[in-house]
């Protein structure tokens, strides 16, 4: 019996292991391209490790190229802007449905539910018309309120569960000790959901991070864009410069990676919660 245990976890590492490697793959793909000569790139039987290593895409894209640090930052601020938004509306709707009792709680989360499953391309063009009448085209303000309607929903039915498992009667306590519902919420009950605020922050910053759609359509000044659409630019009429697409690329996915490895242990705790509940 025993052994026949120690054998079903070596085969359950043995397939961890393996699909780590495949989701890994693509990074380690994009890096190996970054490196490669453009000879090499196309070589066939494919260069899985590298015989010929260059750092150009990196000098001449990276530390020679002093417009990517403005495309970056853009990034920045439209990820962080949408974070702080998306958690600004997700903590008190997801609250309420959590513990108030509030008429067609279930139609909402139904509503919710549908406006998560629709593709952002169905939503692209009346954003655009929208901020058009608005004046907010070629603003940062268009592109998290857009972002924002992507991460809201599931941040919502993600923080939702949370909310319902703390006891209640510690919110009973704290009322009997003098502390109003505000205070109560912001001493007691928002440390409690750490792992939940961690997890959508950091899945809103994502949303906002690789968005691409919404930056090609409601943007056309250059000074706004984010590092998506800096990317978009090696692709041109007659190929594509890989080697330097691959390196951009990296550099692009070094703060998901870092968040990621930040905040790992809340974040998994924050799923597994979530699917639990």
């Known amino acids: 019996m025993k052994k026949r245990f120690v054998d079903s976890q070596y085969v359950a590492s043995l397939i961890g292991l393996i699909s780590t490697m495949l989701f890994l793959f693509p990074v380690y793909w994009m890096f190996v391209t970054s490196i490669k ?3 090499a790139i196309f070589a066939i039987p494919p ?45 008190p709707v997801a609250y309420a449905l959590a ?28 954003f655009f018309l929208l901020f ?18 992507t991460a809201l ?10 909310f319902m498992s703390i006891p209640q009667g510690l919110e009973e306590a704290a009322a009997m000790d003098g502390s109003n ?28 991070w690789g968005d691409l759609l919404y930056a090609l359509i409601l943007t056309t000044d250059e000074s706004i864009r984010p590092l998506t659409v800096y990317l978009y630019t090696f692709v041109g009429q007659h ?6 697409l691959m390196a951009v690329s990296f550099v692009a996915i070094i ?4 968040i990621f490895i930040a905040f790992q242990k809340h974040i998994v705790e924050g799923i597994a919660s979530g699917s639990m509940k």
Request: proline share 7%; no cysteine; net charge positive.
């Open 37 to 39: 000569p453009m000879s």
């Open 47 to 91: 260069q899985i490790i590298p015989r010929e290593v260059t750092t150009e895409a990196y000098i001449d894209n990276i530390l020679n190229n002093p417009e990517i640090v403005r495309f970056f930052l853009n990034s920045v601020v439209i990820a962080l802007g949408t974070l702080v938004l998306t958690l600004a509306l997700a903590v």
């Open 99 to 126: 513990r108030l009792d509030i008429k067609g709680k279930g139609a909402i989360i139904g509503v919710m539910l549908v406006a998560q499953m629709l593709p952002s391309i169905m939503l692209a063009l009346p």
């Open 132 to 149: 058009s009448h608005l004046g907010l085209l070629n603003h940062f303000i268009a592109l998290i309120l857009a972002n924002t309607t």
């Open 153 to 162: 929903p599931f941040a919502v039915l993600v923080l939702r569960p949370f």
């Open 181 to 208: 519902r505000f205070l109560t919420f912001v001493r007691i009950i928002l440390p409690l959901a750490k792992p939940g605020l961690l997890t959508v922050g950091a899945f809103a910053f994502l949303f906002a």
């Open 239 to 244: 190929g594509t410069n890989w080697n330097s």
């Open 255 to 258: 703060p998901i990676i870092l």
